[in-house]
């Protein structure tokens, strides 16, 4: 599917469809996406131009002994990095079991469209929503947070969401308030998860460890990284 959307075979031209189906089919380990994802890179063909993520699959094609991939990785030199340029696309193991309606299809593909727009990790955006709401819209807890990203009302005005229980603003003033979040600590993914359920001002008052109501757990599956936050966010969220 990949080559058909970045080509037009078939289906309307589409190379953000085409980078999607490249990475998730590249995260499986398939070979030939691993060079065409390197190949979008180096050329531009409808993403940026990025030499850093282009030698990062192109010198996992030229291991795999891709004689072109390793032509191409010679003519861009330099060393490879950590980038892939798939974080925008949801490859979370459990979203199959979980998201088995259209409904909650809909929300992932949402949030792997807005995750470019906020520039944030869609499997991150994704554990949260599990974490948060359990992908139900019309969650609201005793405490005022509501829909999938569990705002309260002063977050959601101050991120200016107009309507709470719209999807899209919903998502929209989660990602926005979780993307302040990392700014504000400097990046650090553990203070901004614990700011993100208890409130940036409870992280500062514990020196970033906010004790979280209900001791919230997340798994290490749910999203690289995550087993490092907070111990009351470190175990397993029931799958």
């Not at 289906?11 to 980078?19: K, M, N």
């Not at 990062?56 to 892939?84: D, E, F, H, P, T």
């Not at 469209?113 to 499997?123: F, I, P, R, V």
């Amino acid at each position: 599917m990949g080559v058909a959307y970045e080509n037009g075979e078939g289906v309307s031209r589409s190379p953000r469809e085409a980078r999607s189906w490249y990475c998730r089919a590249a995260i499986q380990g398939l070979e030939d996406a691993w060079y065409n994802l390197g190949w979008m890179y180096v050329n531009g063909c409808g993403v940026a131009p990025d030499d850093d993520v282009a030698r990062y699959w192109l010198k996992k094609s030229a291991a795999a002994g891709n004689a072109q991939a390793a032509q191409v990785l010679k003519m861009i030199g330099g060393k490879s990095g950590a980038r892939n340029g798939c974080n925008y696309v949801a490859t979370l193991p459990w979203l199959k079991q979980r998201c088995t309606d259209p409904d909650c299809r809909n929300i992932v593909r949402m949030v792997e469209n807005l995750s470019q727009e906020y520039d944030l990790d869609a499997n991150l955006v994704l554990s949260v929503i599990r974490f948060e709401s359990g992908f139900n819209v019309r969650a609201h807890s005793p405490k005022g947070a509501s829909g999938l990203m569990q705002l309260i009302p002063e977050t959601a005005v101050r991120f200016g969401v107009r309507d709470i229980w719209d999807v899209e603003q919903n998502i929209r003033g989660g990602m926005a308030y979780l993307r302040w979040l990392l700014a504000y600590f400097k990046g650090d993914l553990v203070k901004a998860l614990a700011g993100y359920n208890a409130g940036e001002r409870r992280v500062l008052q514990y020196g970033g460890g906010a004790p979280l109501p209900g001791n919230p757990r997340l798994r290490e599956t749910d999203h690289p990284g995550l087993w490092q936050v907070l111990p009351p966010l470190r175990s397993a969220l029931a799958g």
